[in-house]
């Protein structure tokens, strides 16, 4: 079965960084469009970053544009988004994203920006 484990979270302050992992497993990844998406509490789910599945094409939300980075290792099955520049309003939980037959979720990993 499809499995998504992200990696990676924690607290931060703000103009730090991070690193986010998403291990997947049960499909063919190398085939696979990756995304990573965010809530934060009490607004919706929103993209954030998607990478085609050679990683040749990526995609940024207005947001995170010149700050977050998307990147895969298809050897490793594993997705990343290098965050930095993290400001407050990056806290959110972030989740893994694969289309599979469906959309298939992570359990997702805590970010919190705060001094």
């Known amino acids: 079965q499809v499995q998504l484990v992200e990696s990676g979270g924690g607290l931060v302050q703000p103009g730090g960084s991070l690193r986010l992992s998403c291990a997947a497993s049960g499909f063919t990844f190398s085939n696979s469009a990756m995304y990573w998406y965010r809530q934060a509490p009490g607004k919706e789910r929103e993209l954030v970053a998607g990478i085609s599945s050679v990683g040749g094409n990526t995609n940024y939300a207005d947001s995170v544009k010149g700050r977050f980075t998307i990147s895969r290792d298809n050897a490793k099955n594993t997705v990343y988004l290098q965050m930095n520049t993290l400001k407050p309003e990056d806290t959110a939980v972030y989740y893994c994203?694969?289309?599979?037959?469906?959309?298939?979720w992570g359990q997702g990993t805590q970010v919190t920006v705060s001094s």
């Open positions: 994203n694969a289309r599979v037959s469906r959309w298939f």
